[in-house]
């Protein structure tokens, strides 16, 4: 273990406040659903959900090497956290090219485009639909799943079904525990689960009008996109100018400057945010106008792929977009 070194020197602080954080309120966070009473119960889920949303910007932070200074490191914690997550499914090295592959293109670079799974589908793009205008994350969830069924339906994805069985018998097993022997817990979880979808759905939203390739399983086919299109189709979402509110999502609101410098850790981020204010690398949106659109173009949303240079200044609406649903980083499809 002599090579497990943070790859920041002011690091260990933040990286361990964060990570005690994550368990303490994941653990915590069961204990309260377990004991079930009127006040415990809404605290768990608020606690299992908050602790699965900074775990997976830890993933975040693991997929750009950012806090170990050896990769290795970073792949272990980073699949650690994806059981806590829920999304171990999916393979971490995967999310990772994923992720770096939305980075080095300058797109929103997927596999499988759900619109065109829905569109063949009439009655399950109706069900989607319905479920997002009562503000259910369908569209995430349905993600999720393709992770879990596409190993079992699509020969390419073949060499996924053993790390995909190992997850169903063990969360299924301990999800089914609950069922039986603590209902109001297995109920919790799923409401901390759907809440911890609507958080990251909500800040990845809005954050970019990149085009949208279906070419995440093709070699990559030369550059596209410079670095003023990355500036003009990115922006930046923080819950005002609270530290402590920004922390509620460790600081993934200012996008604009994670995209300005991708390996810089989440603590820093605000600090390079003030030194870029006036630049278009952080063209900013309030979190008033994301939770508006966010509600007026719910169901449009579903169907929708914004493209690029879609600048909010052009726009009569002042945040510019609607929205693109399905580019999740914690999928790797």
């Known amino acids: ?21 994550v368990t303490i309120m994941y653990v915590g966070g069961f204990l309260l659903l377990l004991h079930a009473h009127g006040w415990s119960w809404p605290l768990g889920v608020l606690a299992v959900a908050h602790a699965m949303v900074i775990a997976s910007y830890l993933v975040h932070e693991c997929a750009h090497n950012a806090i170990f200074a050896d990769a290795k490191y970073n792949e272990m914690l ?40 829905l569109r063949r589908r009439p009655l399950l793009r109706r069900l989607i639909i319905a479920l997002e205008a009562i503000y259910v994350p369908a569209v995430d969830s349905l993600m999720h799943a393709l992770v879990i069924v596409l190993p079992f339906t699509h020969e390419k994805y073949r060499a996924q079904r053993k790390r995909v069985l190992i997850n169903l018998v063990i969360r299924g097993s301990a999800l089914l525990l609950l069922l039986i022997f603590a209902w109001p817990a297995f109920l919790g979880y799923l409401c901390a689960y759907v809440l911890f979808e609507i958080v990251l759905r909500t800040m990845d939203m809005h954050q970019h009008t990149f085009e949208v390739f ?3 399983e093709q070699p990559r086919d030369g550059v596209r996109f410079d670095k003023d299109y990355e500036q003009r189709n990115t ?10 509110a920004n922390l509620i999502v460790l600081n993934f609101g200012y996008h604009g400057a994670h995209h300005e410098k991708p390996a810089l850790p989440w603590y820093k981020l605000p600090t390079l945010d003030r030194e870029l204010t006036g630049t278009c690398a952080t063209q900013a949106v309030s979190f008033r ?39 999740s980083f914690l999928t790797a499809i």
């Open 1 to 21: 273990m002599s090579g497990l070194k943070l790859r920041h020197s002011d690091a260990l602080l933040p990286t361990s406040a964060a990570l005690l954080y």
């Open 78 to 117: 980073g699949r650690a956290l994806l059981w806590i997550n829920g999304a171990s499914y999916g393979d971490y090295a995967a999310i990772r090219h994923k992720h770096l592959r939305h980075h080095v293109d300058r797109a929103d670079v997927i596999a499988i485009d759900y619109r065109e799974i």
């Open 214 to 216: 279906i070419n995440l």
């Open 235 to 244: 922006y930046s979402n923080p819950l005002g100018r609270s530290a402590l």
């Open 289 to 327: 106008e994301v939770l508006r659109s966010y509600r007026r173009y719910r169901i449009a949303r579903v169907m929708n792929i914004d493209h690029g240079d879609m600048h909010a200044a052009a726009k009569a609406d002042r945040i510019g977009f609607v929205g693109v649903l399905g580019v």
